[in-house]
């Protein structure tokens, strides 16, 4: 039937008139649900069924080929970190975490859907607080070639042990999968003749050292499984 019919304007009660209408034209049917059922009408409700869920005693099932993966992007603010997240949006495929130190963040309008994290890659419990629900970490955040050369022990502290600690913290989560963008300038300053996986690396400044300090530590834990 149409359902508008039954409704005479905003006054009427859709569970009262126009259902006792329905029901006794023979409009109704009822199922029996052996699952898990649970209204949602008020927001006591939503807050019951979000601590279920939050809390992973969720009784209900979630079909696999719709839920969204979750990508945490630490660098996402940066210039290829926010393409990245940008890309990664128009997908409707994932939900986007963008990690950054700054608790002052106001995304730009291309990253409106992003959420934020705040994370500290010097502080395991603020790594270990960002990562709850990820699926996979798109690991962006570095010193600069510059910042490198100027402060070469921040520089080791950030990029070598920062990475260090975060893929000690994924070891304890529910993370999938980790991507590490390095530099090319691990095989030298400036890059001469063709490079290939099988190239020696030769590291000739701070910048390069320390992202190739990472990548041994990434690696690392990639064999380990």
């Given at each position: 039937?149409?359902?508008?019919?039954?409704?005479?304007?905003?006054?009427?009660?859709?569970?009262?008139?126009?259902?006792?209408?329905?029901?006794?034209?023979?409009?109704?049917m009822s199922f029996k649900h052996d699952g898990f059922w649970e209204c949602m009408d008020t927001l006591r409700d939503k807050k019951h069924l979000c601590e279920l869920w939050d809390g992973q005693r969720a009784p209900w099932k979630t079909c696999k080929l719709f839920v969204r993966k979750t990508v945490l992007i630490i660098g996402?603010?940066?210039?290829?970190?926010g393409r990245i997240a940008q890309s990664l949006l128009t997908t409707n495929k994932y939900k986007i975490i963008i990690g950054t130190r700054s608790n002052q963040v106001v995304l730009p309008k291309q990253l409106v859907g992003c959420d934020v994290a705040l994370i500290d890659l010097l502080e395991?419990?603020?790594?270990?607080?960002?990562?709850?629900?990820?699926?996979?970490?798109?690991?962006?955040a570095a010193m600069n070639?510059?910042?490198?050369?100027?402060?070469?022990?921040?520089?080791?502290?950030?990029?070598?042990?920062g990475t260090l600690n975060l893929?000690?913290?994924?070891?304890?989560?529910?993370?999938?999968?980790?991507?590490?963008?390095s530099t090319a300038h691990v095989y030298g300053s400036?890059?001469?003749?063709?490079?290939?996986?099988?190239?020696?690396?030769?590291?000739?400044?701070?910048?390069?050292?320390?992202?190739?300090?990472?990548?041994?530590?990434?690696?690392k834990v990639g064999r380990e499984g």
């Open positions: 039937p149409e359902v508008l019919n039954y409704i005479a304007g905003d006054s009427t009660t859709f569970e009262q008139e126009p259902l006792t209408d329905l029901a006794v034209e023979g409009q109704l996402g603010l940066g210039y290829l970190g395991k419990n603020s790594i270990r607080k960002s990562l709850k629900g990820v699926d996979i970490i798109i690991h962006l070639a510059n910042e490198c050369a100027k402060n070469p022990s921040d520089a080791l502290l950030v990029n070598g042990l893929v000690q913290s994924v070891k304890d989560s529910g993370v999938k999968k980790i991507i590490y963008f400036p890059l001469l003749g063709n490079i290939s996986e099988d190239t020696l690396v030769t590291p000739s400044n701070h910048y390069a050292i320390t992202h190739r300090i990472a990548e041994d530590y990434i690696i």
